[in-house]
């Protein structure tokens, strides 16, 4: 009989880590007897997406409505404590023989069903120093840490913060970089003339792209001021596109008011959230990550699969890591100067810039591939479903 597994992610949004779980699961699905429990935090759009791989389960019901707000306050209380009793009921039913909490901010709940369906728990860990203190806290991080068996660190950059920060014993920490399927560049030709077309942009400018969320980690403040140096320095026919984010919110009219100032509109375009991402990442020539700390943005791979040189920061997070000395340009930590004459240097370098992406390519087929790092999470379940994972483990091991 197969064993069921339980995978909570903390919502089913169309971002980084809840992304990185659903491909993991349909390599699972494929290649594994495993029958596969999906337990959400909260929902999302990619909610369907799960549903399609296994009984999937919502930790928080749908709000109530109606009434004045003490009563459905109290309503709404009972009713998610009735909800969630009902959820630990099945999942009781269902006996899981591991839990597989994917991000820091589902440890919690994972920790908090352990002891009910005595099982080991994994936590698989996409944030760095930032994220896990505000959204839960170094000290009550450090103090679930030891009730977890197993953490999988999306990158070498993870792994070192949960050792130094957090106390975590290498030999609990397992670093499998973060993945994505691997595209064809030559299967979006058509989608880069059409982007450029619906954009303005000539087809024969050269455009850089950024993509994600424009929250104070991802930097969007710091893409603007690479194309505003760019542009003094005299780059002409230089594009600067933003796919994702949400330009109504707080932030999306802080990006907007940087545009209008810098003289920029046009040149930058925040285009938030976009159903097809990847269509404009194959507009681009070249692909810049402001971000100030970042695990492995998945963006970074998906733009390297395109064959994109990547330009990142050091000390920002793991993307130095992939980038290395021949798939793009490390800049020193927040020298948006330095990276404005990075993009200069590689518009006007042709040949460097087409090696470095096909470098980029080669890697990420090499390295980052769904079925490489499905069969490394495969062979850790097995260790911990069989016990044998303390035994076999007295380092961090990497990919």
Not at 10 to 15: D, F, G, L
Not at 253 to 282: A, M
Not at 336 to 352: C, F, H, K, Y
């Amino acid at each position: 009989m197969s064993k069921n597994l339980l995978f909570i992610s903390h919502q089913a949004s169309r971002t980084g880590a809840p992304i990185v779980l659903l491909h993991l699961l349909r390599w699972l699905k494929q290649h594994t007897p495993y029958q596969l429990v999906v337990l959400l935090q909260e929902g999302g759009e990619m909610e369907p997406e799960f549903r399609e791989l296994g009984e999937t389960l919502l930790w928080e019901p749908p709000m109530a409505t109606g009434g004045i707000w003490q009563q459905r306050l109290r309503r709404v209380s009972q009713h998610q404590a009735r909800h969630q009793r009902r959820v630990q009921e099945r999942l009781h039913q269902l006996a899981p023989a591991l839990i597989y909490a994917n991000t820091v901010v589902s440890a919690d709940l994972a920790l908090l069903l352990k002891p009910a369906l005595h099982c080991p728990v994994v936590c698989h860990v996409h944030e760095l120093a930032t994220v896990i203190d505000a959204f839960i806290g170094a000290a009550r991080f450090t103090e679930l840490s030891p009730r977890i068996d197993c953490f999988v660190a999306a990158s070498e950059a993870v792994a070192e913060n949960l050792r130094r920060s957090y106390q975590v014993p290498a030999a609990r920490i397992r670093t499998i970089h973060e993945f994505v399927p691997v595209l064809a560049a030559a299967d979006f030709t058509l989608a880069r003339q059409q982007v450029r077309e619906e954009l303005g942009i000539p087809a024969e400018a050269f455009v850089v792209a950024g993509a994600g969320t424009i929250d104070w980690r991802k930097a969007p403040d710091l893409f603007i001021q690479v194309a505003q140096h760019v542009v003094a320095a005299g780059g002409e026919r230089v594009y600067f596109i933003w796919p994702g984010g949400k330009l109504q919110s707080e932030e999306g009219r802080r990006v907007r008011h940087d545009v209008e100032r810098t003289g920029l509109t046009g040149i930058v375009q925040f285009l938030g959230s976009k159903t097809n991402p990847h269509d404009y990442l194959s507009a681009a020539d070249v692909f810049l990550l402001t971000s100030r700390e970042d695990p492995y943005p998945l963006v970074c791979l998906e733009a390297a699969a395109l064959g994109k040189p990547v330009l990142c920061f050091d000390r920002a997070g793991g993307m130095p890591e992939f980038v290395e000395q021949d798939c793009g340009v490390i800049l020193p930590y927040l020298r948006s100067d330095l990276m404005a004459a990075a993009v200069l240097g590689l518009r006007a370098d042709r040949p460097l810039r087409q090696r470095l992406g096909n470098n980029a390519a080669r890697k990420l087929r090499e390295r980052h591939s769904v079925e490489q790092a499905g069969s490394r999470v495969s062979q850790l379940l097995a260790e911990l479903l069989a016990g044998s994972f303390a035994a076999s483990t007295t380092e961090a091991v990497n990919d």
